[in-house]
């Protein structure tokens, strides 16, 4: 089975920088995905890791330790839009299938204030 | 948008009966997932197909089943329907189902009702 703990909720400043950290515990590891969600809406891709490290795309920043099973994604020059929910979510093989499986953490709720 | 279309939108039902969610996948796409969002939990990993055939299950009940049609769109049959199984479903699509990074592009859900 796969564990996958973020926080619930943050709240951070407009223009701010706001850490938004993910464990997780799995088998068959392959990935992890940052995605953003808007209440009500559809999840919207932001960011993968395989790799140790640092990726880097624009305002957004995703990190991944796989030795310690644990992400953040960052968030700089923060500005109202947004505000959502961010999930992590964890690629892994899918025994017996041979196909790699997605599987969410529960989001953390972001509100940025002025 | 994202490509992947869902229907309907919301759907308002009472308890004990059934429903057909549909998803067309984005052109192309071959692999179509379905998930469950409830209120106070995740994006709950139901079922996957990957051109026509089954390849992984994840938490779905046995009321709940789904198929995917030559023309590669799927739908999600819910029977029995409890008040519990109110949630929004999404639909994704990604290109493949063996690529590790494998990107699936999510619909915008059906908001389904149970009273």
């Not at chain 1, 995605?35 to 993968?48: N, W």
Request: charged content about 15%; some cysteine; overall charge negative.
């Amino acid at each position: 089975g796969q564990n996958i703990d973020q926080p619930t909720e943050m709240t951070a400043t407009e223009g701010a920088i706001v850490q938004i950290n993910c464990t997780y515990q799995t088998s068959g590891f392959n990935g992890l995905f940052w995605y953003q969600q808007h209440a009500g809406e559809a999840p919207t891709f932001l960011s993968y890791n395989v790799l140790d490290g640092l990726e880097e795309k624009g305002r957004f920043s995703s990190f991944l330790s796989r030795s310690k099973g644990y992400s953040y994604l960052l968030l700089k020059e923060l500005q109202m839009k947004d505000s959502a929910s961010y999930l992590c979510a964890v690629s892994a093989t899918y025994s017996g299938a041979g196909s790699y499986q997605l599987t969410f953490g529960k989001g953390t709720k972001l509100s940025v204030i002025p | 948008d994202s490509g992947v279309t869902q229907t309907p939108k919301h759907l308002i039902t009472a308890t004990g009966q059934r429903v057909t969610l549909r998803c067309s996948p984005r052109s192309g796409d071959l692999s179509v997932y379905w998930y469950q969002q409830s209120l106070d939990q995740g994006l709950q990993f139901l079922i996957q197909y990957y051109n026509g055939e089954e390849r992984a299950k994840g938490n779905i009940l046995e009321r709940f089943s789904a198929q995917q049609f030559p023309d590669l769109h799927s739908e999600l049959n819910l029977s029995s329907l409890e008040l519990g199984d109110s949630a929004l479903y999404f639909c994704a699509s990604s290109v493949e189902w063996d690529r590790q990074n494998t990107e699936a592009f999510f619909g915008q859900g059906t908001r389904l009702t149970v009273v």
